[in-house]
């Protein structure tokens, strides 16, 4: 299968900002819909945001008014920027195909992830 490949994360303070990178290697990127998510230690894996072909956008309510998902059709390219960081944001952060019938219910091909970790 593909695998989505994350990049970006790192330490950041309260209040700080982040972007994260999902490049999905293959000429079909542009017909999936591409979820991120994330998994904080001793939690579930939470959806956060998804975008569809048509460049229509979703978000959790712990996220929306603070992350932002864009995607670059000439590049393959799916990211996240992330504002006003809070500590219960601190999570390893993957990216997938969105393959459900509803957003954020079921994935394929999920990258590595990448760690965020607010503190200060």
């Known amino acids: 299968g593909v695998q989505l490949t994350e990049s970006g994360g790192g330490l950041v303070q309260p209040g700080g900002s982040l972007t994260l990178s999902c490049v999905v290697p293959?000429?079909?990127?542009?017909?999936?819909?591409i979820s991120w998510l994330r998994q904080a230690p001793g939690k579930a894996l939470e959806w956060v945001s998804s975008?569809?072909?048509?460049?229509?956008?979703f978000y959790s309510d712990s996220v929306k008014g603070r992350f932002t998902i864009s995607r670059d059709s000439g590049t393959n390219t799916v990211t996240l920027d992330l504002n006003n960081l809070k500590s219960e944001d601190t999570a390893m952060y993957y990216c997938?195909?969105?393959?459900?019938?509803?957003?954020?219910?079921?994935?394929?091909?999920r990258g590595q992830g990448t760690q965020v970790t607010v503190s200060s």
């Open positions: 997938a195909q969105d393959v459900g019938s509803r957003f954020g219910k079921a994935f394929n091909n």
């Open positions: 293959t000429d079909k990127a542009n017909y999936w819909q």
């Open positions: 975008i569809s072909t048509q460049q229509s956008t």
